[in-house]
């Protein structure tokens, strides 16, 4: 891995020389808020890097491809409320440099739950230090606020700090141990559940919803999030990693395999997961769950749902779509996935939050109609959701990219919350439904 420290003196010795240089009146005048500066660095594996920094805030992301990493530590801004995404916007727009990490919760305007008391309706930050690693090379992008650099005492604050944020210690990680795992709702309860949303989707024009239940693990002491994360990691090497650690104590994480969108300029690309099936060691089992997936009525209607709403928004945007691998096998760690790629061109440029705001929830976390599957989630679930199933993920003037934040887990005090959801259509089942979450929820269990 590189060397940290050498790294550190590196970036202050190269900054203050260049400081020497600069003309700071003309500076101000510029009308950027922010000044970046970018220091090309030892290609690095970003998720080596995330156990051994110090300070918080703490945003990681790796896209599934594992062509993006991003790393940001500390914080300019935080934006909490939906209504601030045009400031969000305004600032990427003047500045190419900036980047925010970061999520929104899957409904805004659900009941709140003690459990994400300082998540609020979102929470993206513009880091104060960003690692960023592509195909390419890794660079390190130092923000400053141009107030803050703007006379030589402040200059000299402001590399005391940087040094602070470039201090790397390893964690030293907790042994905890699980002490009583409870379910939310009970096995009783589900049956009820399903029965309730079964009944409406027989009985309205309500064609899909998706229930979610979770579990809470209590430990003997504080969870160690960062020990969750690295265990976990290990199984979801072809998924998306997410880690959001605003610094209050609490930790949300995620290791999904759903795309909700890639944007680039006008180039978009989509992610349809649904339909499931668990895996096998053995190797004919394993191709038989598949048989199955690929093969079961239910699955495939529940799965072409997803792909249709998502072509009907795109065809209502104007764009050309392309279909690939339609209705293909995604063979994760413990489950496996029906998978429909879409890809599409705008028909003119659009921004995260438009497409915020016209993909989520997909009927692959929400339902179809959604407005009709909200109300039945709404009234069956017995808890928030949260960011569970929410997007997540990082915005640029470049790019913006979002998974959606399903197979994930938040850690609060002694406690660690476990998620799992599965998509109802005519045709579904309490008990194989809750075989299908439990299934979701393994890589967690089985890390513990």
Not at 30 to 49: C, G, H, P, Q
Not at 122 to 131: A, M
Not at 159 to 171: D, K, T
Not at 417 to 438: D, K, P, R, Y
């Amino acid at each position: 891995m590189i060397n940290l420290l050498e790294l550190k003196h590196s970036v202050i010795r190269q900054l203050s020389e260049h400081w020497k240089q600069v003309d700071f009146d003309g500076l101000s005048k510029d009308k950027k808020r922010f000044v970046t500066y970018k220091f090309k660095i030892e290609k690095t594996k970003l998720s080596n890097l995330l156990g051994h920094v110090i300070h918080r805030p703490l945003n990681y992301f790796k896209s599934k491809d594992n062509g993006k990493e991003i790393l940001g530590i500390g914080s300019h801004i935080t934006y909490t409320k939906k209504y601030d995404y045009n400031k969000l916007l305004g600032l990427i727009e003047s500045d190419s440099d900036l980047t925010f990490l970061g999520a929104q919760r899957f409904n805004s305007n659900s009941k709140r739950d003690e459990a994400w008391a300082g998540f609020d309706e979102c929470h993206f930050t513009l880091p104060k230090i960003i690692f960023e690693t592509t195909n390419e090379a890794t660079v390190l992008k130092v923000v400053f606020n141009k107030k803050s650099i703007s006379t030589e005492d402040k200059r000299s604050n402001a590399l005391f700090e940087l040094e602070a944020y470039l201090n790397f210690i390893r964690h030293d990680f907790t042994i905890t141990r699980p002490q009583e795992i409870s379910t939310y709702p009970s096995k009783d309860q589900w049956s009820n559940m399903i029965d309730y949303c079964l009944t409406n989707i027989e009985k309205t024009p309500l064609e899909k919803v998706v229930l979610a239940r979770k579990e809470i693990v209590e430990f003997d002491r504080l969870a160690d999030p960062m020990a969750i994360f690295e265990k976990n990691m290990k199984n979801a090497t072809d998924s998306y990693l997410m880690y959001l650690d605003p610094g209050d104590g609490k930790v949300f994480m995620s290791f999904t395999p759903e795309k909700l969108f890639k944007l680039n300029q006008r180039e978009i690309s989509l992610d349809c997961l649904a339909g499931t099936r668990p895996r096998s060691n053995d190797f004919e089992a394993d191709l038989k769950f598949q048989s199955e997936l690929m093969s079961s009525e239910k699955e495939l209607n529940e799965h072409r749902i997803v792909t249709r709403e998502i072509q009907e928004k795109l065809s209502s945007m104007g764009a050309e779509i392309r279909i690939e691998n339609k209705e293909s096998i995604l063979k994760l760690k413990f489950i496996q996935h029906l998978h429909t790629h879409i890809s599409a061109t705008l028909s003119e440029r659009s921004n995260f939050a438009v497409l915020l705001n016209a993909f989520h929830p997909t009927p692959a976390v929400g339902g179809r109609p959604w407005e009709m599957a909200k109300k039945c989630i709404e009234e069956a679930e017995p808890f928030d959701r949260g960011l569970y199933a929410g997007p997540m993920g990082y915005i640029s003037a470049e790019s913006s990219e979002f998974a959606v934040a399903i197979r994930s887990a938040l850690t609060e005090d002694t406690k660690l919350h476990l998620f799992g959801g599965c998509g109802l259509v005519t045709g579904s089942e309490a008990e194989s439904e809750w075989i299908e979450t439990q299934n979701k929820m393994k890589n967690f269990e089985i890390s513990l």
